[in-house]
């Protein structure tokens, strides 16, 4: 399964970016990361593809909502009031996810390139 990213770009803080994620064939959970420069790579949301049950990081939580179309195998990810400490790379990916307790879990098998996501006044 091959994923290809888009929508990041420069916006200034309070302002909101989308971005999209399509997957060359079916998919099971989907999710996104994100890695900003010095820092270890951070799981931002998830997306199940039976029913739908979301998952979100606790930095984000609020302020971006994860959403997909499985009849074009894509998902979204609808980023509201961001903040400079959102800038990073922002990648996509598929595989398994699950919350234990206030954690969420991933088991990603495919990864998407990356998308540049700069926050910035």
């Known amino acids: 399964v091959q994923l290809q990213a888009s929508g990041g770009g420069s916006v200034q803080p309070g302002g909101s970016l989308r971005l999209s994620c399509t997957a060359s064939?079916?998919?099971?959970?989907m999710a996104w990361f994100r890695q900003a420069p010095g820092k270890e790579r951070e799981g931002v949301s998830c997306?199940?593809?039976?029913?739908?049950?979301?998952f979100y990081g606790d930095s984000v939580k609020g302020r971006f909502i994860v959403s997909r179309d499985n009849a074009k195998n894509t998902v979204y990810l609808q980023m509201n009031n961001l903040k400079p400490e959102d800038s990073a790379i922002y990648y996509c990916?598929?595989?398994?996810?699950?919350?234990?307790?206030?954690?969420?879990?991933?088991?990603?098998?495919?990864w998407g390139k990356g998308t540049q996501v700069t926050v910035s006044s």
């Open positions: 064939g079916a998919t099971v959970a």
């Open positions: 990916a598929t595989g398994a996810c699950a919350a234990v307790g206030n954690a969420v879990y991933y088991d990603m098998y495919y």
């Open positions: 997306i199940t593809s039976n029913d739908g049950t979301t």
